[in-house]
């Protein structure tokens, strides 16, 4: 932000010297965590705005400049920018160095050019002294054309309980309708789906085959066959409701839906994100007078730094030494 405010608007001043035209900031925006979350649908909005000069008034006068809506000249932005900005008027971007990971180096990059209207134009620019950059410079064609295969690996627990709460009835429906009988496929397709068939056991044993693959848990084949015969088991019930037609979203009041959106109510069997990147709202979290918390009371008292309980005072000098010595050993 200092260097912006300094050193770019003094040189742009100069720019006419080197045979380009003067230019001059007028709207400087920050998209970082020193401004207020409440403020960036502003920021993203004004992003969007385009130069629009005034009209000249009704004398025939030329309008002022203050007149004219100005757009942002420079965006200043942290990984904030990486995720969620869509804004057809950004068209270029300078990428200086290379990012720490691909992941990154690719959701911000892909903020351009994100308009039919017109193609955007990342420019990466390496240091030759860092190897890193250096590296990236020798193999850029390579990496460009191969760059999704370098995306890192996230870290997660595959079919853990809250996994399995989420995206389990999503992947068991999406196998059914592709993997089951052509009929099943259509929306209208959840009224006729047979539940006791032998294709939906095969394909309950395949999922929990996996989990018993590359779960954490021993337990979680079973808990997996459990959670599905479940489900299984609603769908039947749903199945046989009378006068309702089943289907597998719900349409204009004449189908109802055996999946439906989490909303921010309970999220019951069925509800079926769109992404697992979807996240309760935010909770407050209060932290009362834990010194006075009732159900702490019995607890043993600690020394800090030794992670031993206090030992009861000593009548010896031994005792003592040999106290001191326990400690300075912990420490």
């Not at 932000?1 to 920050?30: I, N, P």
């Not at 021993?218 to 959670?227: I, K, L």
């Not at 607890?299 to 992670?307: D, I, M, N, W």
Request: charged share 25%; with cysteine.
């Amino acid at each position: 932000k200092r260097l912006v405010d300094d050193d770019v608007k003094a040189r742009l001043r100069k720019t006419d010297q080197r045979g380009l035209a003067r230019r001059s900031l007028r709207v400087v925006q920050e998209l970082t965590s020193r401004i207020s979350s409440t403020d960036i649908p502003g920021v993203l909005d004004q992003l969007g705005e385009r130069f629009m000069p005034p009209a000249p008034g009704a004398d025939g006068k030329p309008a002022k400049p203050s007149e004219a809506r100005w757009p942002i000249d420079v965006l200043l932005a942290t990984s904030m920018i990486s995720v969620g900005v869509d804004v057809g008027r950004l068209a270029l971007m300078c990428c200086v160095g290379q990012p720490k990971t691909t992941a990154e180096y690719i959701q911000s990059t892909s903020r351009v050019g994100r308009d039919k209207g017109g193609p955007g134009l990342v420019v990466t620019i390496y240091n030759w002294a860092r190897p890193r950059d250096l590296s990236h410079y020798e193999t850029f064609e390579h990496y460009h054309a191969t760059f999704y295969r370098h995306v890192e690996a996230l870290s997660v627990t595959p079919f853990s309980s809250r996994a399995l709460d989420r995206g389990l009835t999503a992947l068991f429906v999406s196998l059914v309708r592709h993997a089951g009988k052509p009929g099943w496929n259509p929306n209208t397709g959840a009224q006729i789906v047979d539940v006791n068939a032998a294709v939906i056991d095969e394909l309950v044993e395949a999922v929990a085959a996996r989990a018993a693959d590359v779960g954490s848990n021993v337990d979680a084949e079973d808990e997996v066959r459990r959670m599905l015969t479940f489900r299984l088991d609603r769908w039947k019930a749903q199945q046989g409701v009378v006068g309702v037609q089943l289907g597998y979203k719900e349409d204009a009041g004449t189908i109802k839906g055996l999946l439906h959106e989490p909303t921010l109510g309970t999220w019951d069997e069925f509800s079926c994100p769109n992404s697992l990147r979807e996240t309760e709202p935010t909770i407050n979290l209060i932290i009362g007078d834990w010194q006075h918390d009732p159900a702490l009371s019995g607890a043993p008292s600690f020394v800090l730094g030794t992670g031993e309980a206090h030992r009861p005072a000593t009548d010896t000098a031994e005792d003592e030494e040999a106290v001191g010595m326990d400690q300075g050993a912990v420490v």
